[in-house]
């Protein structure tokens, strides 16, 4: 497939270096030389200097012959634009990152198409949904359903004290029959488990299970389910106001900010939020505001460290939710071993987005979450592709993926060996980096 | 859980890899036995037997060998590349050692690293009787050599599709930045060989016209698009005396000066990408006037006995030696100390980056004119902003830095080479002449200043010398020196 990706920032180099390990054809325009030049020489993709707003650049890009075109410059109307432009060159499909809730609105969607953009990306709306989910099912780390939650891959960190740390893999399996350990995410590591691997103390286990077990996962893992209700948020950017817009309703949202000029911006933009103006890792003013009565806690400011030691903080003082906000890829492992709850990274949810529509470009239902080295995916099979050609256990499956579960007839069941796999199921994937594009094959 | 230590260099990996590429050297080997078959030589033996140690010992290290790791980083790409040449050469040189007029040691090196490296410089003296095998293999050598052992691999395995296959991608193909002409990497170089491959049967074609016998056609295409440079006996010959002969290879190796990626913009109909291309201008330019300085020369020399002295036979020459090819239309000694001279400067320039010919590249040339225009203007405007602007895009001053550094390192080792190779006891003019000639990949024979009429004379540590410039210069000095810098095998 190829793919042209306009804007070289965080998020369209994130794309451009996964995209290509996904061996997809990849060409990444950007006005800045510099930026590319580093790219260019370390990655399988070719770069190419240009404002991605005109004919000519995107000309000598042959956005003609595109299947895809993804822009991703920090500027929304230049994303449009650029897409537009793209879509009257011939390019197949358009995808814009947008910044505004106004392009999403259901009202405005033909509007948006006539446009020439296809597809949105909204890395802000994708986390306050992800923030949404985090808050309601407080003692994941990820939660991941399937239709109505007929299907469920939750991601917990084990305690030492849980039942399953420490047991064989395929002890658990004998006793429990409801649920399939998909992976296992030790320190910086993703591993598909097999039957000797043992679940230890600090491994995130990413378990998926039907609607009607998930709560004998709380015993399980030693978790407690809390009723979120106050809200602390530090940090009043793009995704806080989102958030606030899109839960105002479910939660009491209070938002701490220390920028003035922003505080007296954030009323206007979410009503019935409570704003504070002043540094959220000044304890003093965090005992004021009443940290320790507050449920969540949810750091969002535009610096890492800041999010990740605030909530630190958090969680000394017995808040029972933290959610960081994390933008280096890096951090996220130390992050996810400091023991903060969920983490919302950008890059991530936009690379969710556009493994979505790689793996299934003529439907928007099937969802897709990409974690720091793997990705889960909803696969429909199609008739006749291989993964139909018999038991699971029968397919010579590479070693790394694995079928977690599946949806056939709008009812949810886990996968085992014996298996067979029907066309029209809808299946859960669970595969590291890299192997999507054999998993795409497996199944068109 | 400790994390694994990750090593310097992944040895494993390196040593698969080159295993593959052997595989594909024992491949290329099957010509030559097939030559010799045909033509009833006993070398098909020779040939046959080296065809099956290179790829045995290849698949040997193919599937014996499973790294832990596929990466690939910076230090595994420099080194993979530079060794791969090696060995290369090592296996190449392994028919020259048995076949019936057998070579010793440092001469069948010299010959296939001067194959390899399209250097066309030759130990065979002339008269000495070469069976068909062992010519076609020198020509094949150049041909693989020519548009690069690492880019015909990045084209055809799929394996190294991926950032190990970029850095060695970087190591091996000359210029100062590499502009891809397609996403992936292995499309850059299909597309790159296609075009080889296709300049080089329209040549045959041509050449066969001319007429020539199909193998003199072959081993000519071969040498003239890969800008090599090895002769036959019947060359000379042939070349002499047919002005059509002389007119055709002269359009090619013009062409294997080009950047191919520019070939392959003008194959597809961009004709604007070929007119805007500063370097190729400029190659064009340097021709012409080298030209008619030439013939300057001869005119004011007073020797020119007819029409092809002025004509075709200058532009030959000039051709062949800008692009570092090295044939020479027969009567090159004949034209005086100026041309000399003149040829010297060609042998440095050399043509565009990106394409098969040696040299320091004409590109460089241009940023080092502009830059040294920049500073001259400087001296009466201290405070001017000026750039070096290249086909319409301005490069930046690291850029300008490396292009200068590259160039100055260039300028001492054949300085330390010639150095070198006087305190051998070669005479001074050929020492640094050699040295000059090997490094640049031209291969311009001893011929020139009268030593010999080969590389054949010298010592045994000279051709080890040579042998080991004309790698530095085919991969562009760093590729080969950052190997001896200590930095590269710390941690």
Redesign the interface.
Known sequence: M?IVIAGAGEVGSHLAKLL??E?Q???LIDEN??RL?TL????????L?GCPTTFSSLREARVASADLFIAVTPYETDNVVACSMAKSLGASTTMARIASYDYMDPDNNDLVRNMGVDRLIYPEYLAALEIITALEHSWVRHWFELHEGQIILVGVRVPGSAQIAGMYLKDFAHTNHHFHVSAIK????TIIPRGDDIIKDGDIIYITTTRDHVHDLLDLTGKVSHRIRRVLIMGGSKIAVRLANMAGDNFRFRIIDSDLKRCHELPGKCPDCEIIHGDARDPELLADVGLDETDAFIALTDSSETNILACLTAKEHGVKKTIAEVENIQFISQAEGLNIGTIINKKLLASSSIFQMLLDSDSSTSKCLALTDAEVAELEARPGSKITHGAVKDLRLSRDMTLAGLIRNGQGMLITGNTVIEPGDHVLVFCLSGAIHKVERLFN | MKRLEKPLVNIAQLLRIIGLLMIFEGMFLIVPTLTCVYYGESDWLQFAATAVLTAGLGSILMTRIHPRTGYMGKRDGFLLTALVWVIFSLFGMIPFLTCSSPMILSDAFFEAMSGFTTTGASVFTSGAAMSHGVLIWRALMQWIGGMGIILFTLAVVPMLNHSGGMQMFNAEVTGITHDKIRPRISQTAKSLWMIYIALTLILVFLLWLGPMDVFDSVCHAFGAVSTGGFTNDTFDAVCYHSVYVKVILTVFMFLGGVNFGLIFKGFSGNFTAVKRNDVFRTYVLAIIAFYALFVISAIVRGDFHSWRDITVDPIFQVVSTITSTGYSPGNSHMWGSFVMALMLMMMFSGACAGSTSGGAKIDRMLFLFKNCRNEIYRTIHPNAIMSVRINGRVVSPDLVGKVIAFLCIYMLLVAAGGTILSALGVPVADAFFSAFSCMSNTGFGAEITGYGATYELLPDAAKWLLSLLMLIGRLEIFTVLVLFAPAFWRK
């Open positions: 190829k290509s390990n061996n054809d990849i060409i030389a510099e030049s260019d020489s370390n990655y399988n993709i070719m770069t200097v030790r320190h910086h590591e």
